[in-house]
Nanobody, 126 residues
Framework: QVQLVESGGGLVQAGGSLTLSCAASGRTFSNYAMGWFRQAPGKEHVSVASINWVGSVTYYADSVKGRFTISRDNTKNTVYLQMNSLKPEDTTVYYC???????????????????WGQGTQVTVSS
């Protein structure tokens, strides 16, 4: 049973920073690409960032390039999302996800992920 547990969300002022964490279990974490997504109420998941299984390739949505950084620690089975220069429009629930196939590259295509965490709320006040 694959489990993904996000943490680190909260309330921050515009221009501030937060670091999200996602702890994975139930699958050999180091073999799988990981992604971060966000979802506004009533809308589909929108890709934010992805990292390949090695940690050498990363992709970002245009809206977060230069502000967010995805990384992973395969010894801790954890993927991170460092969020800097946060804006009110970044407010929503953030989810991590694990890619369906092993040893594949990063991808922002949500259809390539098969397990998702429960989400963590990020609120950016203006």
């Amino acid at each position: 049973q694959v489990q993904l547990v996000e943490s680190g969300g909260g309330l921050v002022q515009a221009g501030g920073s937060l670091t999200l964490s996602c702890a994975a279990s139930g699958r050999t974490f180091s073999n799988y690409a990981m992604g971060w997504f966000r979802q506004a109420p009533g809308k589909e998941h929108v890709s934010v960032a992805s990292i390949n299984w090695v940690g050498s390739v990363t992709y970002y949505a245009d809206s977060v390039k230069g502000r967010f950084t995805i990384s992973r620690d395969n010894t801790k089975n954890t993927v991170y999302l460092q969020m800097n220069s946060l804006k009110p429009e970044d407010t929503t629930v953030y989810y991590c996800a694990i890619r369906r196939e092993r040893f594949t590259s990063a991808t922002l295509n949500r259809a390539e992920y098969d397990y998702w965490g429960q989400g963590t709320q990020v609120t950016v006040s203006s």
